[in-house]
Nanobody, 118 residues
Framework: QVQLVESGGGLVQAGRSLKLNCQFSDSPGVRDTAGWYRQTPGGDRTLVAF???????????DSSMKGRLTISRASAGANSPLYLEIQPLKPEDTAVYFC????????WGQGTQVTVTA
């Protein structure tokens, strides 16, 4: 069963950047689309960016973060790490960030906390 491990979050000042990492392990098959979700305090978990491996294209459905996100994969391999760079960070980006497939069919990982101070 696939396992997802997110890392790269932290406490940062507004205006700076962070690059989040997602490791897929023990993947039983190939899924074409993977993405990053975020969950704000008291909010729902929403999709903010996704990458389609077969076309190597990136998509950003969250308009509030559009223009400040870059999603990428290290290579075309099925277990290739997935990255999300956020720049510049804003206080409203404070959330727990998760990776998963799109739709999110894998068990959720622990996520990585991003806290942005003004």
């Amino acid at each position: 069963q696939v396992q997802l491990v997110e890392s790269g979050g932290g406490l940062v000042q507004a205006g700076r950047s962070l690059k989040l990492n997602c490791q897929f392990s023990d993947s039983p098959g190939v899924r074409d689309t993977a993405g990053w979700y975020r969950q704000t305090p008291g909010g729902d978990r929403t999709l903010v960016a996704f990458h389609i491996r077969s076309s190597d294209t990136a998509h950003y459905p969250d308009s509030s973060m559009k223009g400040r996100l870059t999603i990428s994969r290290a290579s075309a391999g099925a277990n290739s790490p997935l990255y999300l760079e956020i720049q510049p960070l804003k206080p409203e980006d404070t959330a727990v960030y998760f990776c998963n497939y799109v739709p999110p069919v894998a068990p959720w990982g622990q996520g990585t906390q991003v806290t942005v101070t003004a």
